[in-house]
Structure formats: structure tokens, C-alpha cells
């Protein structure tokens, strides 16, 4: 694996702290409100209730992979991504490769699903046309630093920890329309501060899952640029998909979102910070010629929108 560099380091230390404060603010967020309404047993069922569910949970990945109408790719099929993938993995000190999935879709992305014990990593049809050999190496490794990661787990538990404070946040307003009327009734005072806790909490803690997703963004820059010792081949492959990604439309839509309302950091800040890493010296791109790649099957389906943008 190459040596990071100190820049890179100070990096991965700022990812860490900002992860451990972002979920320890979640948590505290969660915990305050079932204390709130519950007391002492409503305090230890927001904290400890998520991470008991999630507990040995070796989270599958066919349920997405199945939503996106993802393929399997044999070794055969794609000779030059697995000896990339199984390069990149050995690098990462994976005791398992991922599996390779093909996704037929036009729009350009990849993503990782499952675990350490049950790794897949999906890469759709636009994203494997679009993209030169240098290129889809440092993707493969973003995705790579994911796994190692635990990345996957990681949102997982801040998801189970959001909506524990969005069932909290019900319950608690539930109550709050029930005992309003006989606090009128009698004089007596709600919690002003409690009230405001229970409308804007669910609020606060989709904001903080939404930076906790972009921190972890980060973090696999970071770590992509370990593995191939290129950061000039994941800056590409990230500008090229903010080029050719949807049309003008999207990118107008998209370019007026708050950045903090985003999952993903902007792309010119991902370049920024990879390029600067690269200025600092000291990596050597390493094992990205990988051709033969694959060569996909024609696909016919046109990207579909959702909210809060495109899929497939």
C-alpha cells in the first residue's frame, strides 16, 4: 500500500473526528429527545436501540443490487476490472473481494453494497463506456475504501439512528396534541424548550446524516489515493462525470441545492482536495492497466428521475 502523505493524513484525521462528532450529535439528538419524553428508559432505548439492532448485522447486498437491476459479472466476462479489483482488494487488506456487478443503465455511477463478509461493488453501463482505464481504477478504489471502511454500515446505523428520532419526534407531537388542550384547560405550562426539540429534531438529524455521507466521501478520496497512488486518475474520472452527467437541466438543479443538503460533496471540492495531494508529490501511479475491460451489452433504458435526482 503506498504511504500516505501528510497532507493526506491531516485529512483522514479531520474525516475521522468529524464522523465520531457527527454521529455522537446524532445520538445525543436522539438520546435527548426519548429522555424527554420517556425519562431514563426512553434515553437508553434511542442509544442503545440502533446499535443493538445492527449488532453481528452482516448487512446483504441483494436487496439493492436487485433493485437496480444489477448483473453479475464472472471473471470471465471482465478479465481486466477483476485483476484490477482483486489488486485493489489485496492492497486493502480485504480477506474477501468483492463481487462485481453490471448495471444496465446510461447514467454514470458506481456504488458499493453488503459488507467485509459480503462485499459487491455494481458499475453501470455509462460509467464503463464513459470512462478511460486510469479513470475507473480510482473508482474502483473510492468504492474499495468504502468496504474497508465499513462505510456502508456506518450510514446504515446513522439511518436506523434518524428515523429512531423521527418515530421519537411523532410519538412525541402525538402527545404533545393530546395533553395541549388539557394544559389549557388547567394552566398549566408546556416545556417551551422540549416543543421546539420535538418539531425540529427530525430536521437536524437528516442535516447531520446528509454531512456525515459527505465526510465519509471524503475519507474515500483519501483512501482511493492510497491504493492506486494517483489522484490525478480519480480527479478525472470525478470531472468527467460532472460533465457528462444528465443534462442541462440536472446540472441546473443540481447546482442550486445547498451544498449541505446534498449526500455527496461538490465535485470541485473532491478535485480541489485530490490535485492538492498530488501538487504535495510522492505517488506514483501503480497496476491500472487494465484492458481488456468489458464490453457491455447495447443498453436501451433511458435514466428515470427520483427525488432528489437520477437514477437509472
Known amino acids: 500500500m503506498h504511504r500516505i502523505s501528510p497532507l493526506g493524513a491531516l485529512h483522514r484525521l479531520q474525516n475521522t473526528l468529524q ?6 450529535a446524532m445520538a445525543a439528538l436522539a438520546g435527548a429527545l426519548g429522555w424527554s419524553l420517556f425519562g431514563e ?13 445492527l449488532a453481528g448485522h452482516s448487512a446483504s447486498p441483494h436487496l439493492v443490487l436487485r433493485a437496480t437491476r444489477a448483473q453479475p459479472l464472472a471473471p470471465a466476462q471482465a478479465p481486466g476490472l477483476y485483476r484490477l479489483l482483486v489488486e485493489l482488494a489485496e492492497r486493502a487488506g ?10 444496465p443503465s446510461r447514467v454514470l455511477n458506481a456504488f458499493a453494497a453488503g459488507d467485509r463478509d459480503a462485499p459487491a461493488i455494481a458499475l453501470t453501463d455509462g460509467l464503463l463506456r464513459s470512462l478511460a482505464p486510469r479513470e475507473i481504477a480510482g473508482v474502483l478504489a473510492h468504492e474499495i475504501a468504502h468496504v474497508r471502511s465499513r462505510d456502508v454500515w456506518v450510514m446504515t446505523l446513522a439511518e436506523v439512528v434518524a428515523r429512531m428520532t423521527s418515530l421519537l419526534s411523532l410519538l412525541g407531537q402525538m402527545l404533545l396534541v393530546v395533553l395541549l ?61 460532472e460533465r457528462l452527467q444528465g443534462g442541462w437541466m440536472e446540472r441546473l438543479f443540481i447546482a442550486r ?9 461538490s465535485t470541485g471540492e473532491r478535485v480541489r482536495r485530490l490535485l492538492a495531494l498530488e501538487r504535495e508529490g510522492g505517488y506514483v501511479a501503480r497496476g491500472v492497466e487494465v484492458e481488456p ?12 428521475w427520483y427525488w432528489p435526482g437520477v437514477w437509472y
Open 19 to 24: 464522523t465520531l462528532a457527527l454521529l455522537a
Open 41 to 53: 428508559a426512553g434515553l437508553w432505548a434511542a442509544l442503545l436501540g440502533p446499535a443493538i439492532a
Open 94 to 103: 480485504l480477506a474477501i473481494v468483492p463481487r462485481l456487478y453490471y448495471v
Open 181 to 241: 388542550p388539557v394544559s389549557l384547560v388547567t394552566g398549566g405550562e408546556l416545556p417551551l424548550l422540549a416543543i421546539l426539540l420535538l418539531i425540529f429534531a427530525p430536521s437536524v438529524s437528516a442535516l447531520l446524516q446528509l454531512a456525515l455521507s459527505r465526510t465519509r466521501e471524503y475519507d474515500a478520496d483519501i483512501a482511493a489515493v492510497e491504493l492506486t497512488g494517483d489522484p490525478r486518475g480519480l480527479a478525472s474520472a470525478l470531472d468527467k462525470l
Open 257 to 265: 441545492v445547498p451544498k449541505w443538503l446534498r449526500t455527496h460533496p
Open 293 to 304: 475491460m468489458f464490453e457491455p451489452p447495447v443498453v436501451v433504458r433511458a435514466p428515470r
